[in-house]
């Protein structure tokens, strides 16, 4: 029943050791030299969030970045029509940080929704404000979210957050629901001691209230370069956890470039996902790219050098000195994420700041 792993693409030895790039063929997409194409662009809106959650920042928080290093929203807007139509960018995921702490995020959200070809779009939150802004993110073009909640117990939700919101977050789900943002897909990471007690509970709630719920193993993106591997619950004890009071099956979708491995529950009674990026990498299948709040330009969420677009985007570049810019970028991806591989280091920035 375990998911059977991507891994990473194969990769010459001496690629591995910095010798110059082949040249990258004359393509308009994002293609890399492994022969992936990124089709998925997450953009972060802001490094700033409302929790404190003890596995991505400390409890007083973080040094946010400068206004004036922030892309406004009129460069998002910029930079994301980029993406859609000279790209071939179809899907677009908007993270944080918390998104909706960015006033302006609808105006972002209602001009991608413009764009043609339209992309599909989500976004990524905590989900306190979503009772206030689901109706409004619909309306301005959004088609689902993602609310990361990791516990049902209002106890536990304070000690790993530091705010004591769990009815606020559950009420932004429903309100989430009730205003078209479906399938509301749930985002939990387990830790040893903590909550790995909950993958049970967690499912047997999303199934009762129709959300999708998937399981994150725990990545090395603190602030604190504090991860220890030993506290991970990994994707093979989840779907022990999981297997000993369900039924499941493998999802017969396609997986494609989704993170997840999905399955079946109890006959079709709903879906659950397990996203094993530490222990089975699928970066051999992944399609993405990211786009910092900051106008960086990430090839891989653990990519530890970034492009710029947003210093010649202020020089007065053209939109086709920007794609061009994007595409070397891409093509310099590197094979794999490389946490098993010696020397492995932390990117400098946090997941706040990279964007999930």
């Excluded at 599909?120 to 993602?146: F, H, I, Q, W, Y």
């Excluded at 470039?257 to 051999?284: K, M, N």
Aim: glycine share 10%; hydrophobic share 40%; with cysteine.
């Amino acid at each position: 029943m375990n998911p059977v792993p991507l891994g990473m693409p194969s990769v010459a030895r001496s690629s591995r050791r910095g010798t110059a790039l082949p040249a990258r063929p004359d393509e308009n997409t994002l293609v890399d030299r492994f022969g992936r194409t990124a089709t998925d662009l997450r953009v972060s809106v802001t490094d700033r969030c409302n929790l404190r959650c003890s596995y991505c920042m400390p409890a007083e928080g973080l040094d946010w970045l400068p206004g004036s290093e922030l892309l406004s929203g009129a460069e998002l807007t910029r930079l994301i029509g980029i993406a859609v139509r000279d790209l071939g960018i179809t899907e677009i995921r908007f993270t944080g940080g918390e998104p909706l702490l960015r006033k302006d995020i609808l105006d972002v959200i209602g001009a991608a929704a413009e764009l043609s070809p339209r992309p599909r779009m989500s976004l990524t939150t905590n989900g306190l404000r979503l009772p206030e802004l689901a109706g409004k993110l619909a309306e301005a073009g959004l088609d689902r979210v993602n609310v990361s909640l990791d516990t049902l117990r209002a106890d536990r939700f304070f000690t790993i957050t530091r705010r004591d919101r769990l009815d606020k977050v559950l009420d932004g789900m429903a309100a989430a629901t009730g205003a078209g943002l479906t399938p509301v897909k749930v985002n939990a990471v387990l830790m040893r001691g903590v909550n790995e007690d909950e993958a049970v509970p967690l499912l047997e709630y999303c199934l009762d209230k129709g959300y999708e719920l998937r399981f994150i193993e725990q990545m090395p993106l603190d602030p604190q370069h504090a991860w220890d591997r030993d506290r991970m619950v990994t994707a093979t004890e989840i779907l022990d956890m999981l297997g000993a009071a369900f039924e499941l099956a493998p999802h017969p979708a396609p997986r494609g470039g989704a993170p997840a491995e999905r399955w079946v529950v109890d006959g079709g009674r709903g879906s659950v996902g397990v996203i094993a990026s530490v222990t089975q990498p699928f970066c051999a299948a992944c399609d993405r790219t990211r786009l910092t709040a900051d106008g960086q330009i990430r090839s891989c969420l653990f990519a530890r050098t970034e492009t710029d677009l947003r210093g010649p985007l202020r020089e007065g570049a053209s939109d086709e000195e920007i794609a061009a810019l994007w595409r070397s970028a891409m093509w310099g991806k590197a094979a794999g994420h490389g946490i098993d591989e010696a020397g492995f280091a932390q990117p400098d920035r946090p997941m706040s700041a990279i964007g999930g």
